[in-house]
């Protein structure tokens, strides 16, 4: 694995980069385009304090996923958080209060983390914690949404704060999107993106990546729908087969290398757009980027796990600091260990190695 430092250099690169697509992809903008000015310098200055950190010994990830919720007014098949139970459909509790996720933001910006996605759940249903994050310009926040809550009262939110970026589901087509997450839902999408568009906001939208659509969603009458709405920002998203069954939806290594040859090529074609892909090229990096590697999880009740699909924790921010959360035992041991290296069939290592991981965390390992 990439020693710590070495990591840094290949993360600020790539926060970097997307910086730097970012401006391209709103240069048009005059308001968007001084809020992404002014994020740059952010960004730079938190690039520097990770690797002031980094020099004393201390690693920090780049990016902070923030499961805010656990609460969800849609049901859509192989969903990775029901799948773990993280969201159901009564009223979750004990959930994170809105103070204590701004804590968690005020230090997740101290430590030079430049971008937290905020998810759940659906995160539109906490607007009080979606408001705190608007309060933090130095953050980027995209909030990964199904659509079904965006309203006037956020989109006038969305304007106000232009480090909130709504990043909506969708799976391809109407049938496609529709069969997956609720008759209705691709049309509520569209007309979203449209509103977005007429009101001049940044948005993206966020695919899952499976052995059924990867041809369909790559293609250019896809992206074309959503060019022509004014997407700047798709994130495609393998599948991680969580329920028994499903395991024949996760790309294979075949079809990683498809798209990201295929990504490569999207690049060139729409200068007005970012794509990226998750968890991306993990041989490049020298292995998964969880645990703390370039992010890490919280979820909706306060446990640092070391990702979404890998709900593990040893520790919760409630009784300490996000620095000592990302140092958490468990953490350690995984960025020390070989489990993020190891040979698997596509999709989450950690989730398919999850005995291996439940040992460390017991400490049998």
């Known amino acids: ?10 993360l600020a690169r790539g926060v970097e980069g997307i910086v730097a697509d970012s401006l391209r992809a709103v240069i048009k903008d005059p308001k968007e385009t001084a809020f992404m000015m ?32 656990g609460s969800c007014n849609l049901n859509c098949a192989g969903c990775y958080s029901r799948c773990s139970a993280a969201t159901v459909d009564t009223e979750p509790v004990d959930q994170l209060t809105a103070e204590e996720w701004s804590r968690i933001f005020a230090q997740a910006q101290e430590l030079g983390i430049s971008y937290a996605i905020l998810a759940g759940g659906e995160p539109l249903l906490r607007r009080d914690v979606i408001e705190a994050a608007g309060s933090m310009p130095d953050i980027i926040f995209p909030v990964f949404t199904n659509g079904t809550f965006i309203n006037d009262r956020y989109f006038e939110l969305f304007d106000r704060c232009r480090n909130l970026i709504p990043v909506m589901s969708i799976e391809g087509d109407r049938e496609r999107t529709d ?7 691709y049309d509520r999408l569209i007309a979203n993106m449209d509103e977005f568009s007429r009101r001049h906001l940044m948005f993206g939208a966020s695919v899952t990546v ?20 004014g997407c700047r920002l798709i994130i495609y998203v393998e599948y991680v087969p969580m329920s028994e069954g499903t395991e024949k939806l996760a790309p294979t290594d075949t079809e990683r290398e498809y798209l990201t040859g295929r990504i490569a090529k999207l690049r060139e074609s729409y200068d007005g757009a970012m794509f990226l ?3 991306g090229d993990e041989k490049e990096s020298g292995g998964c980027f969880a645990a703390g590697r370039a992010f890490f999880h919280i979820n909706s009740h306060g446990g640092a796990e070391p990702c ?14 996000l620095r000592e ?41």
């Open 179 to 185: 069969n997956r997450r609720g008759k209705g839902i």
């Open 277 to 279: 892909s998750f968890p």
């Open 308 to 321: 979404p699909f890998s709900p593990f924790s040893d520790i919760n921010v409630r009784d300490t600091s």
């Open 325 to 365: 959360a990302v140092n958490s035992r468990l953490f350690r041991e995984l960025r020390s260990g070989d489990i993020l290296t190891a040979e698997h069939d596509g999709g989450c290592v950690l989730y398919e190695k999850r005995t291996l991981v439940e040992a460390l965390l017991a400490g049998n390992c």
């Open 1 to 10: 694995m990439k020693n710590n430092i070495e990591l840094q250099e290949y």
């Open 210 to 229: 499976t052995t059924e659509n990867i041809q369909s969603v790559l293609s250019e009458e896809f992206i074309d729908v959503l060019a022509k709405r």
């Open 38 to 69: 002014k994020f740059a310098a952010a960004s730079k200055k938190a690039s520097k304090r990770r690797m002031e950190l980094e020099k004393n010994g201390e690693h920090i990830p780049s990016f902070l996923i923030a499961s805010i919720t």
